[in-house]
């Protein structure tokens, strides 16, 4: 199995049932090892939206790195995510950061996520669940990249991870 890490965000409806419920479809092809909290953010991009709920969850899948996306927009679609504007709101949204320690370049898909680094959306909740790991490309560890937002009010702990079967 590989390791995998990704990103879930929903700034529609229920975010945080939004985001249990991604979990919960994501399996049984995607074995949750462990989720961070759930971090309430600033839209990127489009700024005229609600706030989002975010977080990161460490997993295991047999799927290889086509049918990971594939298992990603699927889900994405069950939920009833609309492909609107870029960086528009939506229902959910599920980024592949990391697929083992690959890197991977294809027209639908790099890999590692190629702005990874520069979201707080997204390192903080890295840095929770695996605050050692060193990320392809990086030369720090993700508890050291995720310190350049100590101070700052990009994003706050919103609730405990999610309690999913």
């Given at each position: 199995?590989?390791?995998?890490?990704?990103?879930?965000?929903?700034?529609?409806?229920?975010?945080?049932?939004?985001?249990?419920?991604?979990?919960?479809?994501?399996?049984?092809?995607?074995?949750?090892?462990?989720?961070?909290?759930m971090f309430e953010t600033k839209p990127v991009g489009h700024l005229d939206q609600p706030d989002f709920?975010?977080?990161?969850?460490?997993?295991?899948?047999?799927?290889?790195?086509?049918?990971?996306?594939?298992?990603?927009?699927?889900?994405?679609?069950?939920?009833?995510?609309?492909?609107?504007?870029?960086?528009?709101?939506?229902?959910?949204?599920?980024?592949?950061?990391?697929?083992?320690?690959?890197?991977?370049?294809?027209?639908?898909?790099?890999?590692?996520?190629?702005?990874?680094?520069?979201?707080?959306?997204?390192?903080?909740?890295?840095?929770?669940?695996?605050?050692?790991?060193?990320?392809?490309?990086?030369?720090?560890?993700?508890?050291?990249?995720?310190?350049?937002?100590?101070?700052?009010?990009?994003?706050?702990?919103?609730?405990?991870?999610?309690?999913?079967?």
């Amino acid at each position: 199995m590989t390791n995998i890490f990704l990103g879930l965000g929903t700034n529609i409806g229920d975010r945080k049932n939004n985001l249990c419920d991604t979990v919960i479809q994501l399996q049984p092809e995607i074995s949750i090892d462990q989720m961070s909290s759930m971090f309430e953010t600033k839209p990127v991009g489009h700024l005229d939206q609600p706030d989002f709920l975010n977080m990161v969850i460490r997993a295991r899948t047999d799927l290889d790195i086509h049918d990971l996306l594939e298992k990603a927009k699927l889900v994405e679609a069950q939920l009833g995510r609309e492909n609107t504007i870029r960086y528009g709101p939506r229902i959910i949204d599920i980024d592949i950061l990391l697929y083992g320690d690959k890197q991977f370049t294809s027209p639908n898909l790099v890999i590692p996520h190629p702005r990874m680094l520069e979201r707080a959306f997204v390192m903080i909740p890295l840095a929770e669940i695996a605050p050692l790991l060193i990320i392809p490309g990086a030369s720090k560890p993700a508890a050291e990249i995720a310190r350049a937002w100590d101070g700052t009010d990009e994003v706050h702990w919103h609730h405990s991870p999610p309690k999913t079967p």
